[in-house]
């Protein structure tokens, strides 16, 4: 069974930084994309940032330049770096990740539990 868990979340303020952080468990053959999500009351679901498997990132236009995502394939784990943190990236994020458990069987995507994050003076 395979888990994701996240954790970093909490309540900060304006321009400061926080990192989330998620790692995957479980019968892992392997990890293609990883990404982080998140979603704000009201709104729908939207891609913050994914990070390939070679390392190749692609973010949301609003998060450029402030967010990072990177990841560890060794530890199976990845990462947001946010900085110059606004109200507006206030939401819960949630980890997601393409996982095959069983080569040429199973490619699955999976999602942890999500973190809330809270931007607010």
């Known amino acids: 069974q395979v888990q994701l868990v996240e954790s970093g979340g909490g309540l900060v303020q304006p321009g400061v930084s926080l990192r989330l952080s998620c790692a995957a468990s479980?019968?892992?053959?392997?990890?293609?994309?990883m990404a982080w999500y998140r979603q704000a009351p009201g709104k729908k679901r939207e891609l913050v940032a994914r990070i390939t498997l070679g390392g190749s990132t692609n973010y949301l236009d609003s998060v450029k330049g402030r967010f990072t995502i990177s990841r560890d394939n060794a530890k199976k784990t990845v990462h947001l770096q946010m900085n110059s943190l606004q109200a507006e990236d206030t939401a819960v994020y949630y980890c997601n990740a393409r996982i095959t458990t069983v080569p040429g069987i199973s490619t699955i995507d999976y999602w942890g539990q999500g973190t809330q994050v809270t931007v607010s003076s």
């Open positions: 479980g019968n892992i053959f392997v990890i293609s994309d």
